[in-house]
């Protein structure tokens, strides 16, 4: 497990790049995963990444699990290294805005 003051700095950093709410991040996966025909459950839409990341979101920093920690900082490095925080990307970067959506980050969110 990780001591608290890192604990507390991994919290901060993820919730810094999960600019989405728990509930724009759930209606995401939904929306991603639905077709014409059909719409996926709601604890069965998206990637495992995204809805371990849903999860976390509803959580207290208390609760975490080994688990969610590991999944907390892959998610802070994967954002930080394909964002560049003074360069977000344009709307028309479709695939790449969508797939950090996937994890909870939307580029173009103030």
Do not use: C
């Not at 907390?72 to 560049?84: F, G, K, R, S």
């Amino acid at each position: 497990m990780t001591d608290a003051l890192e604990l507390d700095a991994l919290w901060e950093d993820f919730h810094r790049v999960v600019n989405m709410t728990s509930q724009e991040l759930a209606a995401w996966l939904r929306v991603r995963d639905a077709d014409e025909d059909t719409e996926p459950l709601p604890e069965e839409a998206g990637t495992p990444t995204g809805q371990h990341v849903l999860a976390i979101l509803q959580k207290r920093r208390t609760d975490l699990t080994d688990d969610d920690i590991r999944v907390m900082y892959e998610v802070v490095d994967t954002v930080t290294a394909q964002t560049d925080m003074e360069n977000e990307p344009e709307a028309e970067e479709t695939a790449r805005r969508h797939r950090l959506m996937t994890i909870g980050h939307d580029p173009l969110k103030p």
